[in-house]
C-alpha cells in the first residue's frame, strides 16, 4: 500500500479480531513508541466495543510531559477510509491526535480526549 497514513496503536487496535472487525483484514506493523506519554486502564461502556475486543478495560494514553516517558505499541499503514472506520470503533473518551513516534514517523493515535485539548 503505498498511499495512506500510519496508525500508531497501544492497545486493542492490535488484537486480530479488532482489526477483522474493523477494517475487514489484518494489519502489518511493526514496533514502535510515543514519547512523553504513560497509559492507564479505563473502563469501557460501549457493549460494541467490549464484544469486539473482548475487554472491558482499555488502556489510555496521557501526555505527561516527561520525553523519557514512552508507551510501546506498533504502527500500522493504513489507508483514509480504514482512519474513518478506526474513529468510529473508539469512543468519545478517545480523541485521535497527531504525533511523532520515537521512530520519527508522523502518525495519528487514540489518546484521552480530556488529555488532547
Avoid at 488484537?15 to 473502563?43: C, I, K, M, N
Avoid at 457493549?47 to 501526555?63: E, I, L
Wanted: charged share 20%; proline share 3%; aromatic share 10%.
Amino acid at each position: 500500500m503505498t498511499a495512506g497514513v500510519w496508525l500508531f496503536s497501544y492497545g486493542t487496535l492490535q488484537q486480530e479480531e479488532v482489526q477483522l472487525a474493523t477494517f475487514g483484514r489484518l494489519l502489518e506493523g511493526r514496533a514502535d513508541a510515543l514519547p512523553g506519554y504513560t497509559t492507564s486502564l479505563f473502563e469501557i461502556k460501549d457493549a460494541g466495543v467490549v464484544k469486539t475486543s473482548g475487554k472491558t478495560h482499555h488502556f489510555m494514553a496521557r501526555p505527561t510531559g516527561n520525553p523519557h516517558d514512552e508507551v510501546p505499541g506498533v504502527v500500522f499503514r493504513i489507508t483514509a477510509a480504514e482512519l474513518a472506520a478506526a474513529d468510529t470503533y473508539e469512543v468519545s473518551d478517545y480523541k485521535r491526535v497527531a504525533v511523532h513516534l520515537k521512530s520519527g514517523l508522523e502518525a495519528f493515535v487514540y489518546v484521552g480526549a480530556l488529555a488532547a485539548t
